[in-house]
């Protein structure tokens, strides 16, 4: 039997791509696939585990299509991904309404999952091995059609003492070389223009296939398609080697975009949280960084209230940004997770912890006015993603999707989402640009 099927990724582009597999398979398998649940026959909630907030996220959503399910307008519900994968017995349990669940090392069982609810009347609970299961395998883009992720890896070796990751998505792994760049050449050939390089941490690549790092050579080949823009996301800060920046500053493909989450800069609680780094060596790759690659825009993730994390130590976090002038940066309040060595240690109250994330949001603005500021009069190349009814939009070198904020600019004429065009930048709007296309 074939069934209409609908799916709903929630969290990171990571996520997305294993949704974006499920798809294709369901499809393969038969079935229709469908942008809105009502109607489907099965809805997929792919969800995201990594903090208690995307829980409560995905058990919303969750809920919201069981009132659809009450009503008729949704026949079954299936949970995969890293919530299903983290509390596969308490989905099982307490939400009855979820009619079958797929850990993070099965979403190959898709297919198979929806015929044993809608054949079968089972309730099935799939739990593969989530150090071994399958990365690569067609896909179903869900992205707009101009930009896609390739995902290069899966897990994480790295332990840092607050994160969950290793223990939902298993050990580092890389894919192969050839595969990667398969995949990469037909995401060229459907028109792909902006390919975001994504893993847990890129720059691991290849050192558990030969000890050796291999990104770098995988980006020379990646070069040689037919993108435009190639974007990097997730770069661990002692991984990142010479012969990379290299070649991240030769290759004009290769924006000058990295994101480099951090966590915090001051030496104690970088140790205690598992993290290879010291402020000065992070001040001193940063400087390095800018010193070889113009223009460059770095990205970072903050957590405020870590354990260790005194007034003292919060204020040092905020000289940091103000020295160092990270042009953009994600703050998140420490959020002590069950199973987690730091969730044991001593630690500001949420509360405090999601103050200081306020106060450091408030310092990073002034860095982002800053920038932009400084970047007034300059012509960009921007992509173009659409029109809001007043203005086009879309995002330069320095915005990356879903992230970071937007280019607004006028034309007088039509520009098609997905065309590269001159934006001359003019002013600024709450932290975003704004500009006119010069032709």
Not at 37 to 45: L, N, Y
Not at 181 to 188: D, P, V, Y
Not at 314 to 331: N, S, Y
Request: include cysteine; hydrophobic fraction near 40%.
């Amino acid at each position: 039997m074939s069934y209409t099927v609908s799916f709903i990724s929630l969290g990171c582009a990571k996520n997305q791509v294993n949704c974006e597999q499920m798809m294709a398979a369901a499809a393969a398998a038969g079935h229709t696939v469908q942008a809105q649940p009502e109607g489907a026959d099965v809805v997929v909630v792919n969800t995201c585990g990594f903090l208690a907030s995307a829980c409560e996220e995905a058990i919303d959503t969750i809920l919201e299509m069981a009132e659809l399910k009450k009503t008729g307008r949704v026949k079954k519900i299936l949970v995969t991904g890293c919530m299903a994968q983290r509390y596969k017995g308490d989905v099982l349990e307490e939400l009855p309404e979820v009619d079958g669940l797929l850990g993070t090392g099965s979403y190959g069982d898709i297919a198979r999952a929806i015929e044993e609810v809608m054949d079968q009347g089972l309730r099935p609970c799939h739990l593969g091995n989530i150090h071994t299961a399958p990365q690569g395998g067609p896909r179903i883009l869900s992205t707009p059609p101009w930009y896609a992720y390739l995902r290069i890896a899966e897990g994480c070796d790295n332990h840092c003492a607050y994160c969950v990751i290793p223990s939902l998505r298993g050990k580092y792994r890389s894919r192969p070389m050839e595969e990667l760049l398969e995949e990469a050449a037909e995401l060229s050939a459907a028109g792909v223009k902006e390919l975001l390089v994504i893993a847990q941490d890129i720059t691991r690549y290849g050192t558990d296939l030969n000890g050796e790092h291999q990104l770098a050579s995988l980006l020379v080949e990646l070069c040689k398609l037919d993108f435009h823009w190639i974007r990097l996301h997730y770069l661990y800060p002692d991984e990142i080697t010479d012969e990379l920046i290299n070649i991240i500053a030769e290759e004009d493909k290769i924006l000058p975009y990295l994101d480099i989450p951090i966590q915090h800069c001051n030496d104690q609680i970088l140790k205690a949280m598992n993290r290879r780094d010291t402020r000065a060596e992070l001040t001193a790759l940063f400087d390095k960084l800018r010193a070889r690659i113009p223009g460059l825009v770095l990205r970072t993730s903050i957590i405020t209230g870590l354990p260790g994390e005194g007034e003292a130590e919060f204020e040092e976090l905020c000289a940091f940004l103000r020295q160092t002038r990270i042009e953009r940066a994600g703050v998140f309040p420490f959020s002590p997770e069950e199973g987690t060595r730091a969730a044991q240690m001593d630690h500001v109250d949420m509360e405090e912890a999601r103050r200081r994330a306020e106060l450091a949001v408030d310092v990073q603005s002034e860095i982002i006015d800053a920038y932009n500021d400084s970047v007034l009069g300059e012509v960009r190349e921007v992509l173009c993603e659409g029109f809001d009814g007043q203005r086009f939009y879309g995002r330069s070198y320095a915005e990356s999707p879903d992230i970071d904020g937007r280019i607004y600019f006028d034309a007088d004429r039509e520009v098609a989402p997905g065309e590269f065009v001159p934006v001359r930048l003019t002013g600024a709007m709450d932290g975003e640009l704004t500009g006119e296309i010069t032709e």
